[in-house]
């Protein structure tokens, strides 16, 4: 009984914080009145899912009163269990992973003399594309920013959404003026600037902040990627746009803390079947800075698996680490002229 | 003229450490150079001034006001500005926002380094000292002269115009420097507006992976690497970078920004096909128009390839039906 009435009112606070909070945009909307959210509660299905397990594990032990040895090999075989299951759908989902083909993670260095319908690929029919950019600070937001700007493409079905820090108000300015400047690019009742919005999550370690409170402030990051991970774009609602934008289909960062923490979190969620496999793809770029060395996040995106790509833009640096993906310099695309 | 100083002051919106009376009282008395000298003045203060109003009213310079200045030029560099009618050498240095980078600052004022930028034309000297302003602005008041102008604020948003300031536009500016902490935002943004680039890695930093950085940037021709303690010998080096390097920052056409969106021949598409990787059968679809795509351009090459012979030959038999 207690983990629905708890949903329940979960629910309750979510509908209610939407009705107030949330307005609905409008696609010729001026940057300025661009969304900005800042979380505040977690997703629904994930805090059903979280909440009911454990709610109920531990009434029905505390009810049976069982002997602590009972409890604990109890703990201990649902420890393993998951565990198992965990690594099984980790390496099942890589083992299924679509590996990238050769031609198409090399930019083209030479202008091809393509006629205007033969554009490949041409992603303007599908019914939604959702990319996920996560921005850091200083360099990682400016080469974020030039990548996007390297890779964007007028089509009225994207949506992007940006994850800042909060307090990074340098990056919620760059952004900005990102969208501003994509809205110019179209004017007027030209859709094919497409939708956007800016999700502010907590930072996982603030500067000076002792160490041992790191992993709660971790935890409460992951809830906040959680929630920017599957809260729906306003701009794009079901009654117009079906499952379409229900979740993020490419997920693109390129080293900040917080990058590591949402992909991971992004990974977790498509090995416990709450976002479908197909969908949260995770790109890694590593910086353009760095020629002969990975950072220590491109190691741990490299490590773990997590990353569908890791691209790198130094052709030194792919041939040093195995399983990383020379993409040319995005991030400098003048270097590509 | 003192009324476009004093609202050169009041405009600018910056929020850095200025020093407004010190710098007014610097303008008053080049006034009064001014007008005791006549319009034809020949000291050195009565013609930056009338330099500085030239460049206001002719390129739109970004105004400086808050900048305090201290200058005693040297003639030559004078003769050179008013002979050739173009704004002279810039070096900006910039310490970035994250970190303080006081060896950098405190080399580029000592008077080897100053004599150095005098020497190869410089005229200005700006410093973006971020939390060593203040070090930096007593630092430079103990100096007891100076051969090029030293201008100094703590950070601004909007480096660029001041990058731009130290780029060659062709009967606009001399090519200048910017000497720069290895960060790579600065140096995205710098070899992005094409000005030339001393990158000096800070040492101190815990991995030097910005050392590596800089030397990447030195084998491929883009920057030069500079190292503390031998500044001026990689000043020497940029200037001879920017006189025969690959790159051309001399004589530069006026700075555009690049086209945005990207022409689709250029476009990154890495983000395409991980969205199609969503869409199974679509990316079949267009992996197979894309091997199509690469089977036509292999028989065009080969096309022309085969042309190159045929075509001499045909150039061969026209000649040879000329003799």
Known sequence: ?????????????????????????TRAES????????VSGINLTAATFVAGAASSTAAGLLLSGLSWLWLISLVITVGIVLGTF??????????????????????????????????????????????????????????????????????????????????????????????????????????????????????????????????????????????????????????????????????????PANGFI?????????????????????????????????????????????ADVVGVQHESLAKIFKGSQYIGPVSAGFLRR | MDHLTTTKHTTDTEATHTQKIAGQKRDASAITTVSSQGSSASSGEGLEIRNESKREGEVKRPKLGEEQTSSNRSDNNMALIEETSMEGRQCFVTVGATAGFRPLLSEVITPEFLNCLADNHFDLLKVQCGEDFEWFDEQVKSLPSSPVTIERFAFTENMAKHYIRSRGEMSVRM???????????????????????????????????????????????????????????????????????PLKLKDLPPYSPPPFPVPDSERVTLFDWMTLTCYPDELRKQQHLQDLRNVEKSFQRELEQAKVPQTETVQDRRQRDLD
């Open chain 1, 31 to 38: 940057y300025s009145q661009l969304h900005v959210e800042t």
């Open chain 1, 86 to 255: 965990i690594v099984y759908r980790h390496f099942e989902m890589i083992r299924r992973r679509q590996k990238p083909g050769g031609s198409w993670l090399v930019p083209s260095n030479t202008p091809q003399p393509n006629a205007a319908g033969t554009q490949v690929p041409n992603t303007t029919s599908l019914p939604a594309i959702y990319f996920t950019y996560i921005l850091g600070s200083g360099g990682h937001t400016a080469e974020m920013i030039e990548t996007i700007k390297q890779s964007f493409r007028g089509q009225a079905n994207i949506h992007r959404r940006y994850i800042i820090s909060i307090g990074d108000t340098s990056s919620l300015g760059k952004a900005r003026l990102l969208e501003a400047t994509i809205k110019d690019a179209y004017p007027g009742e030209d859709d094919r600037a497409g939708t956007s919005d800016i999700f502010l999550i907590r930072r996982a370690r603030k500067v000076h902040q002792p160490l041992y409170t790191a992993p709660f402030t971790c935890l409460i990051s992951a809830f906040h990627a959680a929630n920017a991970l599957t809260r729906m774009p306003n701009p794009r609602s079901t009654k117009d746009h079906g499952k379409g934008f229900r979740y993020p289909h490419v997920i693109v960062t390129n080293g």
């Open chain 1, 1 to 25: 009984m207690a983990p629905t009435t708890s949903a329940s009112v979960l629910a309750g606070k979510e509908e209610s914080r939407n009705d107030q909070e949330l307005k609905p945009d």
């Open chain 1, 262 to 306: 949402v992909c991971l979190v992004a990974h977790l969620l498509k090995i416990f079947y709450l976002v479908p496999e197909n969908r949260a793809k995770v790109v890694y770029i590593e910086t353009w800075a760095r020629s002969k060395t990975m950072s220590l996040t491109g190691k741990l995106f490299l490590k773990t698996g997590i």
């Open chain 2, 175 to 245: 090519p200048g420097v910017v000497v720069a902490h290895a960060g790579s935002g600065t140096i995205l943004e710098v070899l992005r507006l094409q000005v030339p680039l001393v990158v000096v890695p800070n040492p101190t930093l815990m991995d030097n992976h910005q050392a590596e950085l800089a030397q990447e940037l030195e084998s491929t021709g883009d920057a030069v690497y500079g190292r503390l303690g031998k500044l001026t010998e990689a000043i020497a080096r940029s200037l001879e970078l920017v006189a025969q390097g």
